[in-house]
């Protein structure tokens, strides 16, 4: 067990009224939870890609992991230096 056993963890709920969609490249990003509001447990971004972008250029994060859950269609996606595809349901 890490150092963290034991201690309670903060309680995040996000309302659907709280939703602020961002354009960006072409995409809608939808931020449902920040480091911050979790107290940097985790952080949950809802991410639309248009079927005419190829969403977010290659890149990575320095300080946390990424996660993708595909709900329609498929995606592609770059991990370690190999592109892989990913559909719905798959």
């Known amino acids: 067990m890490g150092t963290d056993a034991g201690k309670a963890r903060p309680?995040?709920?996000h309302r659907p009224e709280d939703?602020?969609?961002i354009r960006f490249i072409g995409d809608v990003?939808?931020?449902k939870a920040t480091a911050d509001a979790t107290a940097g447990a985790y952080s949950v971004t809802e991410m639309t890609v248009s079927p005419t972008t190829e969403g977010p250029p290659p890149h990575h994060h320095e300080s946390c992991e990424e996660a993708f859950y595909i709900v329609a269609g498929h995606r592609a996606h770059l991990a370690a230096r190999i592109r892989k595809g990913v559909r719905a349901n798959g």
């Open 11 to 13: 309680v995040y709920h």
């Open 19 to 21: 939703d602020c969609p």
């Open 29 to 31: 990003f939808t931020i």
